[in-house]
């Protein structure tokens, strides 16, 4: 798919990430994760896979560089707000690459389902980590690492999907717990139970 559709490619990716605004992320977060983070995430993982292999840079390499700029681009506001805009807007971006290659190889048909997951599971896992992250600021030592590790645990689900396809019927579940972790480090998941505490019938709570 020639370059020139990068503009609309990257909208359809911002539109299939919408349900993120869910989280009301930093409309300024959003643009300096798909601006200066994806910038210099792309030089940098471009030139690793120069000097080494594809999936070293995917398993070890792009799990550390992007949580490190993401954490770094969180310094404009060291909120979890802010976090998830960065990651948000990061994710929009990637996307739009990784939808421009599959759709240069693959028919749409064919690639259909898979674009969707990636664009409902991408967003939640750069958000999320990034939520984890900014609690470095606070003095979380472990904050940084745990976002690494749980980047690498995604990066190497998908090494494995595309090793293995009959796996893809476990992606449903990996969503879902990318979107609770996410809807915890809001504070949305708390107030959800409290809903459901105070309103049992909504969550069917029929006995």
Sequence with gaps: MPLSYFSEILILSFLLSSFML?????????????????????????????????????????????????FLATAYGKTVRNAIGVGLGFAV?????????????????AAFWYLIARSIGDPLLHSSSTSISVKSWEGRKLALPAAIGLHFSYNLW?????????????????????????????????????????????GGGMK
């Design 158 to 202: 998908a090494v494995m999907l595309s090793v293995s396809p009959s796996l893809f019927r476990f992606e449903p579940l990996v969503i879902v717990l990318l979107f609770s972790l996410l809807m915890q480090r809001t504070g949305k998941l708390g107030d959800l139970r409290l809903r459901l505490k105070v309103h049992p019938s909504v």
């Design 22 to 70: 869910l989280f009301r992320p930093n409309m300024i977060s959003i643009i300096i994760g798909g601006s200066a983070v994806s910038f210099f995430a792309i030089i940098i993982e471009s030139y690793m896979q120069v000097i080494t292999s594809g999936i070293f840079v995917l398993i070890i390499i792009s799990p550390v560089t992007e949580e490190i700029l993401k």
């Design 93 to 109: 971006v990637e996307n739009a690459f990784y939808i421009m290659l599959i759709l240069s190889t693959y028919s749409l048909q």
